[in-house]
DNA sequence: AGCACGCCGACT
DNA sequence: GTCGGCGTGCTC
């Protein structure tokens, strides 16, 4: 018999390989197909990654028990690009092949538990349904003891199902079972009265066969009896066929626009285009307004014309459904798009279609790089500086290495785009490894750029109040009086971070953290945003039982309150998480502050960064340092970032818009460059900061967080992660740690973090992957790896 | 991750 | 004696 590897649905470090499984001669198995099998005494699902004719196992081989699909939901590329996830983020590679699956597809074998004739009166109440979903979790070991009991007596029965039963879309059409030839004699023979009739006949006539019922009965007008009717009499059939559910507007058939493109444009697009068959990657670094999207867009249908396919990048935020109806000009129902707002029904059915070969253009956001089309010629990451591009949780893959891993194996150019691109990109073209194109002219020259004023904070005479300047207050008074809409920025979500008793100095702290409650005057709570420990705000110090509390450090809620204070009349809107969690709120709130419901928007950056709105005259950064004071490598380029993306944004209307930047630190390089829009000299004074302390791209950095309930286990632990590992590395590796994490304690939980500094370490790799291995074996350390290289 | 096995203290 | 808690080890 033939034997499959299988890679089985069980994510521990302790099975991350292959197990050979017998394929029984009447089951058809192929590659990257999903598999119930036997796995100890449960069945549990399992991808067949290679089949082989000998086993170097030396036990009896099982058979598989089930086929799930009836044709490979992964292709030979997906399982290469696991394998390759697998080897560079520490990740088991069977969670690695479900993040190429559409959602509908994600599901496990569970068991079921039926009952026949069950004598044991205890478990009958568990049984109230007739059959029981097997948890061993939910069930105490005794309950468990007695199933196991009353299983060998043969009253109950084990059945194995699927948790996740695909749905698919159907539609009713009616097929003329008379040739179109035919139809005019059809027509002579129905009565003057026969009104439907008539009606019907023309319109087949017309528009043809088949037809949707739905069509007919709503937008013609014929009654749903009359087409019972002629089924009935056999001159029409009605059947059912699937549609697939399409999150595509039914597209407005805009005809695409002919752009005509500038200079730097059209010498970007046959640059990049002389190298179609290699795998260059491309920086593409443009100011804002440059026309980065429409040398996409153009590329792309270069790239179609010679039967290729596209894959285009963009952050959630950009995926705007102006941005989709621009490429649906150009390429109509042969795109799809793939974000986190699609239901599962639609991202299973855009995902058929992508297999199916009906779609030359996918245009999404992060995970949209594992799309299975086949025959890439091109791949496009926009915004490539945006941090979304990594997953944040495990498997923390990040999108850009991918891609160019894709870009390898199809041998087709990478592009990357920004206006400011991450500092290991620009670096790797100053090197020439990517290959660096420059747009610094803007397609409408005539748009007003913004202007932007630095505010120091620690100017006293021009404070307002806690939160706003004097120049702040002023400007945005002055745009509330013209009608003008204005967006603030802070990245602190709440009331305020921090409580504490004037009258003691005791401070609110989360019991199960080492962190400061947060005040949510809108929901009356104190919260932890680490843990979700939520408490009732309490009147009196709990320690002198003193009334006299205050808050420190101003959020979003905070703000909203002192402009109310400032002119009633204000309207306010606030974006944060709190006001966004809820699945179409964001969506929401952006709607109504375009038609104007609200003066004044107030956001924290994560989430209100990258908006564009036209009657925004004024954005506000209310404190700068927030961000700039991150205890991370990258805070100077992440401010700048967001301080260069606002800046050049605001007022893109008519009228030249005004950004004001409040700071402790008006003469930080990131402050002051962005003030300036001038990416390269902000570049060249971060390089040498990197430079200086050894961080990305001077260096790679794996950090490793060891988590455990006991603080001496994490500790010990990380220690002996970081002994193995300086016995394993190469002279240019540095160790740096354990240190205690920022955060040492997180919902009663310790963690200690090492960093691995290296340039090239395959040595120090491997070793990593095998005391992973051997440390992880005891579930009471958890260890994660983060693989940051870009 | 499950799931079983085996060892040891406690309780009808 | 036997019940049940937890530590250990294996799964083709
Ligand atoms: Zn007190
Ligand atoms: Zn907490």
């Known amino acids: 018999m033939k034997i499959a590897k299988i890679l089985v649905d069980v994510p521990t470090r302790q099975t991350d390989r292959t197990f050979d499984y017998l394929v029984p001669a009447e089951l058809f198995v192929e590659?990257?197909?999903?598999?119930?099998?036997?796995?100890?005494?449960?069945?549990?699902?399992?991808?067949?990654?290679?089949?082989?004719?000998?086993?170097?196992?030396?036990?009896?081989?099982?058979?598989?028990?089930?086929?799930?699909?009836?044709?490979?939901?992964?292709?030979?590329?997906?399982?290469?690009?696991?394998?390759?996830?697998?080897?560079?983020?520490?990740?088991?590679?069977?969670?690695?092949?479900?993040?190429?699956?559409?959602?509908?597809?994600?599901?496990?074998?569970?068991?079921?538990?039926?009952?026949?004739?069950?004598?044991?009166?205890?478990?009958?109440?568990?049984?109230?349904?007739?059959?029981?979903?097997?948890?061993?979790?939910?069930?105490?070991?005794?309950?468990?003891?007695?199933?196991?009991?009353?299983?060998?007596?043969?009253?109950?029965?084990?059945?194995?199902?699927?948790?996740?039963?695909?749905?698919?879309?159907?539609?009713?059409?009616?097929?003329?079972?008379?040739?179109?030839?035919?139809?005019?004699?059809?027509?002579?023979?129905?009565?003057?009265?026969n009104k439907y009739g008539q009606l019907f006949w023309q319109t087949v006539l017309t528009e043809g066969s088949p037809l949707a019922v739905k069509h007919l009965t709503k937008e013609i007008g014929i009654p749903r009896r009359v087409l019972t009717k002629l089924a009935q009499e056999g001159s029409i059939e009605l059947s059912k066929v699937e549609i697939y559910r399409t999150p595509l507007a039914a597209s407005p058939k805009k005809k695409s626009q002919l752009l005509t493109h500038t200079k730097e444009q059209s010498a970007a697009i046959k640059e990049i285009a002389a190298s179609f068959d290699t795998d260059q990657t491309f920086l593409l670094e443009g100011i804002t307004g440059s026309g980065k999207t429409e040398i996409y867009r153009a590329l792309s249908e270069k790239v179609i014309k010679s039967g290729k396919k596209v894959i285009i990048l963009v952050p959630e935020i950009s995926l705007t459904p102006q941005m989709i109806s621009f490429f649906q000009a150009s390429f109509n129902d042969r795109i799809a798009v793939w974000h986190s707002r699609l239901s599962r029904g639609e991202q299973y059915d855009e995902w058929r279609r992508i297999k199916n070969n009906e779609v030359d253009l996918v245009l999404g956001v992060r995970s949209a790089i594992f799309v299975p089309l086949k025959d890439l010629g091109l791949i496009v990451v926009d915004e490539e500086h945006e941090k979304s591009y990594r997953q944040s949780e495990n498997p923390q893959y990040d999108a850009r290495e991918l891609a160019k891993w894709r870009g390898n194996y199809h041998s087709c150019p990478v592009i990357f785009g920004s206006a400011t691109p991450t500092l290991t990109s620009r670096a790797k073209a100053e090197r020439q490894i990517y290959r660096l194109i420059r747009l610094d002219k803007r397609v409408n020259p005539n748009g007003h750029l913004p202007t932007v004023q630095i505010v120091d904070l620690r100017d006293r005479n021009n404070r307002s109040s806690k939160i706003f300047s004097e120049d702040l207050k002023r400007a945005m008074l002055e745009r509330f009086e013209r009608k003008e809409q204005t967006i603030l920025f802070l990245n602190r979500r709440g009331y305020a971070n921090f409580l504490e008793c004037r009258n003691c100095g005791y401070t609110f702290n989360c019991p199960n953290c080492d962190v400061s409650l947060t005040l949510h005057l809108f929901e009356h709570r104190l919260s932890c945003h680490y843990c979700g420990y939520k408490c009732a705000i309490p009147m009196s110090c709990p320690n002198c039982h003193e009334t006299d509390l205050r808050s420190f450090g101003d959020g979003t809620e905070k703000v909203e309150e002192e402009i109310k204070q400032l002119n009633p009349e204000i309207t306010t809107i606030r974006m944060d998480r709190d006001t966004t969690s809820r699945k179409g709120s964001y969506q929401k709130i952006i709607s109504q502050f375009e038609h104007h419901e609200a003066d004044i928007l107030v956001g924290t950056q994560s989430v209100a960064k990258g908006l564009n709105f036209p009657e925004v005259t004024l954005v506000g950064v209310l404190n700068a340092d927030i961000s700039l004071n991150r205890p991370e490598f990258d805070a100077s380029e992440v401010t700048f970032d967001l301080l260069t993306q606002v800046a050049g944004r605001a007022g893109r209307g008519q009228t030249a818009g005004k950004v004001i930047i409040q700071t402790y630190n008006p003469n930080h390089y990131a402050i002051k460059e962005a003030k300036d829009q001038n990416y390269e000299r902000f570049f060249r004074e971060e390089m040498y900061l990197r430079r200086l302390h050894g961080y990305l791209p001077y260096y790679y950095t794996i950090f490793i967080k060891v988590t455990s309930k006991e603080e001496m286990l994490a500790l010990k632990t990380a220690l002996d992660l970081q002994k193995l590992l300086s016995e394993n590395k190469n002279e240019q590796t540095q160790i740096l740690g354990p240190a205690p994490y920022y955060i040492k304690r997180i919902n009663n939980e310790y963690t200690y973090q090492l960093a691995l500094k290296y340039k090239k370490d395959e040595k120090m790799k491997m070793t990593l992957h095998e005391i992973i291995d051997q440390t992880q074996s005891n579930n009471k350390v958890k260890i994660n790896i983060s693989n940051v290289t870009c």
């Open 31 to 193: 590659c990257g197909m999903r598999v119930v099998v036997e796995f100890g005494r449960r069945k549990v699902t399992g991808f067949v990654v290679d089949f082989v004719d000998s086993t170097d196992f030396s036990g009896r081989l099982k058979e598989i028990s089930e086929v799930i699909d009836d044709k490979p939901v992964l292709d030979q590329e997906q399982l290469k690009m696991a394998q390759f996830l697998a080897g560079q983020y520490f990740t088991f590679a069977v969670t690695n092949l479900w993040l190429m699956l559409p959602g509908m597809l994600k599901g496990k074998t569970e068991k079921y538990l039926i009952v026949h004739n069950l004598t044991d009166e205890s478990l009958l109440p568990l049984f109230s349904e007739g059959t029981l979903r097997y948890d061993s979790k939910t069930l105490s070991a005794t309950q468990q003891k007695k199933i196991r009991a009353a299983l060998a007596r043969n009253e109950l029965e084990v059945v194995y199902s699927q948790s996740r039963v695909i749905t698919k879309k159907y539609t009713e059409i009616i097929n003329s079972k008379i040739a179109l030839d035919d139809i005019p004699a059809e027509i002579d023979k129905l009565s003057k009265q």
